[in-house]
């Protein structure tokens, strides 16, 4: 998701159950401020890093990917980006994305190389794939929701469901161009939009983002998901993962719970909407956040497990 006119009751509900301080395990170093890096974008999101700790996210309205580099410089890494959206890196510094303009899901290979992985699902033209995260091992989970674009050309809503899928990592048997097999895992959301996982493979956090819930699912080893739980009962833009388990939560600032889904903090933006968030630096000990027209940081006590996946 990236325009705020499309979650006004998400946000209004947000705002009355308010922003409790941070509690004695906060996640923020102390005396730490969320500090203003840029403001220059129309709107951003999927904020991500790559195996240096520089951290890359999208101003979709301006269909551009930008890098925040270890160093504090920023520069364009790719414009065109067909409408990216949530991006996530993995081991070898391939990057894939959520390309909204066409509805497909991208790798993006550190030559800038673009190889098209996913655009439709039995024949029919997914939703908009909108948040990704790598399964580490290989495979790669993301969410699809329909959020009416005004760039698309394209008929109706093909697919029935707003749902959530698995593409399985490429087998060593397979002959070179065979499609990795792609599945359907999750049908029976509203609307799934953040999506992480735990860094040992084990859980899934998906969020219903218009039923302001977040869901945990235990991974099997062939990809499919079993045990859903209700894991709290706040929706997501875009989700992260700490070395102590936490989960954090994007919407009005970020929210942090622990891993039984006790709300243990709240970062305060001073934005209307933050769409994402990750970890980045060469320590990984800094939160990055992509807030409406802004990039912000935060230094962390704890450091991020989440950067990348797969292989």
């Not at 998906?206 to 302001?212: N, P």
């Not at 903090?265 to 409406?292: M, Y």
Request: glycine content about 10%; charged content about 25%; some cysteine.
């Amino acid at each position: 998701m990236n325009r705020i006119q499309s979650s006004m009751i998400i946000l209004l509900a947000m705002l009355a159950g308010g922003c409790a301080a941070a509690s004695e395990h906060g996640v923020t170093a102390l005396g730490a401020q969320v500090e203003k890096l840029s403001r220059e974008f129309e709107f951003t999101e999927g904020a991500t890093c790559d195996p240096e700790g520089n951290v890359y996210f999208t101003d979709q309205p301006n269909d551009r990917i930008m890098k925040w580099s270890v160093d504090g410089k920023l520069s364009v890494f790719m414009k065109p980006s067909n409408r990216s959206n949530g991006m996530m890196f993995d081991t070898k510094g391939n990057l894939y994305s959520c390309a909204d303009e066409k509805n497909e899901l991208w790798l993006i290979a550190p030559d800038k190389k673009v190889t098209v992985l996913v655009k439709e699902y039995k024949g029919k033209l997914l939703n908009a794939p909108n948040d990704v995260w790598l399964r580490p091992g290989g495979g790669l989970y993301f969410t699809d929701p329909w959020y009416k674009r005004d760039w698309w050309k394209r008929g109706p809503q093909e697919q029935e469901v707003e749902g959530v899928y698995y593409l399985a990592p490429q087998r060593k048997e397979d002959k070179p161009g065979t499609p990795r097999q792609l599945t359907r895992v999750i049908d029976n959301l509203e609307t799934p939009n953040g999506i992480t996982g735990t860094p040992d493979g084990r859980t899934l956090y998906v969020s219903d983002l218009k039923a302001q819930r977040t869901y945990a699912y235990d991974i099997r080893p062939d990809g499919s998901l079993t045990n859903r739980r209700l894991f709290c009962e706040m929706g997501s833009d875009g989700m992260t993962v700490d070395s102590e388990g936490n989960v954090y939560l994007t919407g009005k600032g970020v929210t942090v719970f622990d891993k039984a889904g006790k709300r243990i903090d709240h970062i305060d933006v001073p934005e209307e909407w933050s769409a994402n968030v990750c970890f980045g630096g060469k320590d990984r000990k800094t939160l990055f956040i992509t807030a409406s027209k802004g990039l912000y940081a935060v230094k962390t006590r704890v450091r991020g497990v989440n950067d990348q996946g797969g292989k």
